[in-house]
């Protein structure tokens, strides 16, 4: 099989300390994300993300610059925290002088705060939309990760064997794991998916 390298389209750059520094915690909690990660996935420069904090976007982990610690953000939960403070400014906005809310206005902020909610949903939506190329490389990177796990088992199955027949249970493993590893690969195709037919 032949190994792609696809570069992620989400990340402009990959191998900046402080994005690998989170890594594992990403790969363990699923959509945790750096607060690096966190700007890039959706649209905003790295300071403003920062700012979110001041004024109570919820995090996962707070960093610590002292200790190395990176800020970690549940990517959904910072999503709808953005769609409810969106919300909270568009009827703020629309209120009569006097702090009551008129009909007019009511009707005004309804109309305001659905559209902004939209607006939001579609650009989170949109987010969810990932490159073939993105998903290919992933897959390729699990895949060599398994074959290389893989390929382990039988010497590891014949050093807890008696070593009178230790050579043989290894070929048979080594056989088997073969055959497992023939079966993993990843084949492109430019046929339409199911669901597109």
Known sequence: M??????????????????????PAEKLLGRNVSQKKLATLLGYDRNTVAKWNERGCPVVQRGDGSTGTTWIYDLSVVVKWLQDTAVAKAISKYQSSDGQDTEVFTKRKRGVAAAEKEQMEAASMARLLVPVEYV?????????????????????IAQNVEAAIAAHVREIADEIVREAIDKLKIEISDKPLEYER
């Not at 190994?3 to 989170?22: C, Y």
């Not at 992933?138 to 088992?153: F, V």
């Open 2 to 23: 032949v190994e792609k390298n696809f570069p992620d389209p989400l990340l402009k750059n990959e191998e900046n300390a402080d994005e690998t520094s989170s890594a």
């Open 136 to 156: 290919l490389n992933q897959l390729t990177e699990d895949y060599s990760g398994i074959k290389t796990a893989l390929r382990k088992i039988p010497d590891a």
